[in-house]
């Protein structure tokens, strides 16, 4: 899509027109994005390998390289959530696939199935009132017990001045083989398109929420009451204990260890184990309590 097709509604200057086609914050690694940039110090983190786009102010116009198309407008942000929220409901997002549900599928007749953009792989186990949103993918022999929620709106508000735009999710999620979700989770969609990812042999106890966006690798057990935030990354066969958070775009590396309760805001090394609030390397946590007690 041009930048020169969006609606006059989006009143847009248009210095250079071009194409897109997915929609992204600066973090995000779509191809051929629309970004927006607000602040000249984010304009180093254009990259022309998945940005085609951008909006920005005018003042900031000038500043964006020549590889990139350009619209301007005065509040950036806010004119790229109203693109994106538009672009949801015209179908710019919508990848239509067959549904299907495998026969040899165990679904209890209280579970709600949406009827589109699904997939259930053989031998799934779906318990009592499990509700299933579109664009879910669920790979072979998984399990997902009673009252889990896969595939819900995502919580993403954007605050400008006195407004509050709330953020329409256009993607999906995806269920690797041999996941097991228990009761009274809620995996939410992704936003811009893509999925919420749980990769193969990973393991969610009761009450975990896995925010939009999050790719949570193989082999990870998350246990009771665990909150991970939007677009967070863990690597493969990592333990997150109860109740512990995961703040929002945090990479976690293979096989590390974050402890009961932590709060974790910055990246945790492959191999490290973590400890409270907020959470540092476990030794250093050990050694300052011994200071404390």
């Known amino acids: 899509m041009k930048l020169s097709e969006l609606p006059g509604k989006f009143k847009l200057t248009i210095v250079r027109d071009g194409d897109f086609a997915s929609l992204g914050i600066l973090s995000y690694k779509n191809k051929k994005m629309l970004v927006f940039v607000e602040n000249a ?18 003042a900031l116009s000038e500043q964006i390289g020549r590889e990139f198309a350009v619209a301007t407008t005065n509040l950036p942000r806010k ?24 026969p040899t599928a165990k679904i209890n007749k209280t579970a709600y199935i949406a009827k589109e953009n699904i997939h259930i792989g053989h031998n799934c186990v779906i318990e009592p009132n499990v509700t299933i949103f579109p664009n879910t993918w669920i790979g072979d022999n998984v399990v997902i017990r009673a009252g889990s929620i896969i595939g819900s709106e995502g919580f993403q508000f954007a605050r ?9 999710h256009a993607g999906g999620v995806w269920i690797s083989d041999r996941v097991e979700i228990q009761s009274n989770c809620c995996v939410d969609k992704s936003v811009f398109g893509g999925y919420t990812t749980l990769g193969e042999d990973t393991k969610l106890d ?4 896995i925010s939009h ?45 974050i402890t009961i309760g932590a709060v974790v805001t910055k990246e ?26």
């Not at 109203?82 to 549904?99: M, P, Q, R, S, W």
């Not at 945790?268 to 007690?293: L, S, W």
């Open 213 to 257: 966006n999050v790719i949570i690798g193989k082999r990870c057990l998350i246990a009771a009451c665990v909150m991970i935030a939007g677009s967070a990354k863990l690597g493969d066969d990592i333990w997150v204990g109860p109740a512990a958070i995961i703040s929002s775009e945090v990479m976690i590396g293979n096989g590390a260890s």
């Open 268 to 293: 945790v090394a492959p191999g490290q184990r973590v400890t409270g609030h907020f959470a540092i390397e476990h030794k250093r946590f050990i050694e300052f309590m011994k200071t404390i007690r």
């Open 160 to 168: 400008i001045n006195k407004e509050i735009i709330p953020i329409n």
């Open 206 to 209: 009761n009450l975990v929420h």
């Open 41 to 58: 110090k984010y304009i180093s983190a254009l990259d022309k390998k998945y940005v085609s786009c951008v909006i920005c102010t005018p």
């Open 79 to 102: 004119s790229f959530y109203d693109i994106h929220n538009y672009l949801v409901a015209d179908g710019f997002y919508l990848k239509l696939n067959e549904t299907f549900v495998s």
